[in-house]
């Protein structure tokens, strides 16, 4: 039994045993129980002293103290002073975290008096010399770890560039070659693969199937799903026909970067890339269409998305639903888009009621004084030449699409030369906005003059006078007497959130002193 200094009083100990990195490579190599060693090891150590103690095991491995729950309760109980002396096989098996976690673990040892105990030697934190070398074996450890980290990124990032798969899985169809790191062809799953984007092209009979008809064409038949199950998700199909590595592309991110390494022919393909964007053509999201009416609603021609810069349109569709009675019932469901594919979309009458709440702080001036519109149509020359120029802009756009997609673009030039055509077509927007301006208005202002100044009951803000107009096309010409255009932004919903959230910047078109944003 080893005998302790009369300075150091231990009451009680916690045993910490976890699996590091190392530890999963070398069960990976030699089959050993390494934790099991450990346990060894440190109930031998234990018993020398002839000490109380409790002993807990991390499975998991990590370097964030976040991510391991089991030291996150060792941490408490000594915090709680339930233990004096941490016992670990080294001092690096406490932290390899960042400084936050390196300074949380030191901090509580030297406050609190925790005693660390490894096979080799018991540290007291009021001894200078060893709290001086556990500060130094806990930075010493922690840049090994940063080491090995940046090691092991450079190669994986090395490997990706010769094409080489970096994954833990193959994509369904392929199989890892563990010599040369590369895909092969699985033949049978093969066949699925090319299956599916058949029925997803052409069908049955010439008729294209969606998802969820090729997945329960595939459950039919029998075919086993790429997790070994019975069913197929439509989920699943929509990945294998969006997934480039079927045309023998490998494609590795680069977190720290944001930097997304592309490797064409990096493995035999299984679909050919002609087939491939007829697939990326077809699945692209449509912008919503406008009224075949063309009618004015209350908000068109005023709201702009601030991502993309293009007007947002108004859609609506019917929904119906069964009350509680039996009886079905049908409302109409309103939503602000974008029209560019995949942007931004809102509840309409959330946009008009926070806009009404701005403008109810603004006082109504006499519409006397406001200014109207003297413009003359636009020349059928200027409007043929604004609709060739976005013709041959969405072109341009569709090219650097389809070069991204077949490796011709790396992910940083893709970037960059959309951003310079989506600038182009907001300029071209921008430009068409002003050219369209509402018609001369001397008839709309006439009534809006009966209406607002000699009805029984003043107005007093534009959001009084908005509320009582009859139409929604007069409505959105008093709008338009007042607002150059609004920029609307959507956040990300948060967990929770029922309503998505969305901010309104607002350009007016007099007077000077009104707030412009909101």
């Known amino acids: 039994m080893i005998s302790l200094p009369k300075s150091v ?19 990976k190599r ?32 990590g370097d964030k103290i976040r991510t391991r729950p089991i030291f996150q309760q060792v941490l408490h109980d000594l915090e709680q002073e339930k233990y004096n002396c941490i016992a670990v096989k080294e001092i690096s098996r406490l932290t390899r975290g960042d400084f936050r976690d390196y300074g949380r673990v030191y901090e509580l040892i030297r406050l609190k008096r925790i005693y660390i105990l490894t096979p080799y030697r018991l540290y007291d934190p009021l001894n200078v010399n060893d709290l001086r070398q556990i500060r130094f074996e806990m930075f010493l450890s922690r840049e090994e770890f940063e080491t090995i980290r940046e ?29 040369t790191q590369r895909l092969l062809i699985v033949p049978a799953e093969a066949e699925v693969v090319r299956l599916i984007f058949a029925s997803y092209l052409h069908g049955e009979g010439g008729r294209p199937l969606g ?65 491939f964007q007829k697939v990326r053509q077809k699945s692209r999201p449509q912008a919503p269409s406008l009224r075949s009416d063309h009618s004015l609603h209350e908000l068109t021609g ?36 974008c029209t560019t594919p995949g942007c931004t979309y809102v509840k ?22 406001l200014p109207l519109s003297t413009r003359q149509h636009e020349p059928d020359q200027h409007k043929a030449l604004r609709m060739r120029q976005h013709s041959e802009l969405e072109k341009q756009l569709s090219t650097v699409y389809a070069s991204y997609e077949s490796g011709l673009y790396t992910a940083d030039e893709f970037a960059k030369r959309r951003t310079l055509i989506q600038d182009k077509l907001a300029a071209l927007a921008a430009w068409s906005q002003e050219l369209e301006q509402l018609q001369d208005q001397k008839a709309l202002h006439a009534a809006l003059l009966a209406r607002m100044e000699h ?23 008093l709008l338009h007497l007042l607002i150059a255009s609004v920029h609307l932004e959507r956040w990300d919903k948060r967990k929770g959130q ?17 707030p412009l944003t909101t």
Not at 9 to 23: A, F, G, Q, T, V
Not at 164 to 179: E, I, K, N, V
């Open 30 to 61: 030699t089959g050993e129980d390494t934790i099991a060693m450990q346990r060894a090891v440190m109930e031998r150590v234990l018993q020398e002293y002839d000490l109380p103690y409790d002993m807990v095991i991390e499975i998991g491995s």
């Open 211 to 275: 998802y969820r008809a090729i997945a329960a064409r595939l459950t039919n038949r029998g075919i086993p799903s790429p997790s070994g199950r019975d069913g197929w998700n439509p989920t699943t199909i929509k990945k294998i026909l969006h997934n480039p590595v079927y045309i023998g592309e490998i494609h590795y991110r680069k977190k720290e970067a944001g930097e997304t390494i592309i490797v064409p022919d990096a493995h035999p393909a299984i679909i050919s890339p002609h087939d």
């Open 151 to 179: 090691r092991l990124q450079s190669a994986k990032h090395t490997y990706a560039r010769s094409g080489r798969f970096m994954g833990s899985t193959p994509a369904y169809g392929y199989r890892t070659d563990q010599r």
């Open 9 to 27: 009083r231990i009451h009680r100990i916690i045993s910490y045993l976890r699996r590091s990195r190392e530890d999963v490579e070398r069960e």
């Open 348 to 369: 309409y009458r959330a946009v008009e009621q926070m806009l009404l709440t701005f403008l109810a702080a603004i006082p109504c001036p006499s519409l006397a004084d």
């Open 302 to 337: 005023l709201i702009r998305c601030a991502r993309c810069g293009k007007k947002m349109v108004r859609q609506t569709t019917r929904t119906s639903y069964r009350k509680k009675d039996g009886s079905n019932s049908q409302y109409e469901k309103e939503m602000l888009w």
């Open 455 to 477: 009805g029984s009951k003043p107005y007093h803000t534009f959001a009084q006078a908005y509320r009582k107009l009859p139409r929604p096309e007069l409505k959105n010409r």
């Open 498 to 514: 029922r309503i998505t959230p969305f901010s309104l910047h607002i350009f007016y078109r007099f007077p000077d002193d009104l």
